[in-house]
């Protein structure tokens, strides 16, 4: 990278790479660009930074690792692969990044980013897809404050809850499949309130406490309450999202902003072929991190330049409305050339 480099030396770089790239300096820089672009003017025509979406890409990983593991899907049966779990808002900024396994579900770390947001953003609404998804999720979610609103396939296959049986509708019967405990979730009520201000207080991380209560016995009664809560969050989601068209377009366009996203990052993780050659987590980490700075950089220099020409366009005569912009991104990326020479120029120092 010196070599590539002018301006800068091959210490400069090591000193910086061994004080100052770590995760928590990372995580403060990506938070001073998201709440940089979210104050542009710009930034509303995309979201109002109150929607968000978590998927994992995967990434082939050549040293071994306790992270690494076998992904015949796009690897193969021989090549192992991490995920990198990403949080995105409705305004294209990256607000967490997460190193994972590719063999858990991923819904166990999506409580992880949204918590750990310490952005301006005001998350309520939360998509993943079918993968991203657990019905002790939908109760968390809702004691939490959240939408849980997953894409979930397959939904003639789903099972529908009812809270009274007496009161259901006899052409509505056949629909429902099931029961819910109300008394049970009644007499846990305080256990699930714990639980939920345990995990906003970031006492310890939620895929640890969505873990342990998915793997309890079926007679440990707080799982058992979280598990009915979310069975009836889960219902009343799944009739909205048959019913309404309107969420069904806002969920699947949340999670294509998310794989719009993905190709940036494949084009910028250009080094190693697009690989981490190492097994050290820290620095699989710091790379990973690194790569989300990159694209939130990416972002907000996108955001400036359309800004101004809208602008010229606005102020030449020309008509630009903002329902026109919604559909422009600011994820582009073409014009970005990642390989090749980078100049520090020290000139403007004084």
Known sequence: MAQSAEGITLEGL???????LREATLKASKTILINYHHQSTLSGVWGSGTVSSSDGQRFGIQRSSLLASFYPRYFGYYDRAVSVYTHVSDQFSVFSTQVISCAPREALYVLDGLLENDSVLRLREHSTDTHGYIEDLFGLCYLL?????????????????????????????????????VDLIREQ?????????????????????????????????????????????????????????????????????????HSLARWLFFADQGEFRTGDYQEI???????????????????????????????????????DLAHVSPLMHRHVIPNGTYHFSRANEG
């Open 189 to 261: 009520w305080d256990q699930l309130v714990r639980v939920a201000a345990s995990l906003k207080n970031r006492v310890c991380p939620a895929h640890v406490v969505i873990q342990r209560l998915a793997n309890r016995s079926p007679s440990d009664r707080l799982a058992r309450a979280l598990t009915n809560l979310g069975r009836i969050v889960k219902t009343i989601y799944i009739m909205r999202y048959l019913n309404e068209g309107d969420l069904r377009h806002g969920v699947q366009l949340q999670l294509n902003r998310g794989e719009h996203r």
């Open 145 to 181: 404050g959240y939408s849980f609103m997953p894409r979930i396939r397959d939904l003639a296959d789903q099972q529908l809850y009812r809270i009274d049986r007496d009161g259901m509708h006899p052409n509505l019967a056949g629909l429902f499949r099931g029961g819910v405990d």
């Open 14 to 20: 090591q000193e910086l790479s061994r004080w100052f």
């Open 285 to 323: 980490m710091n790379k990973a991190s690194c790569l989300s700075l990159v694209s939130n950089t990416i972002l907000a220099w996108n955001t400036i330049q359309i800004a101004k020409i809208v602008e010229a366009l606005r102020q030449s005569g020309a008509v630009v409305a903002d329902e």
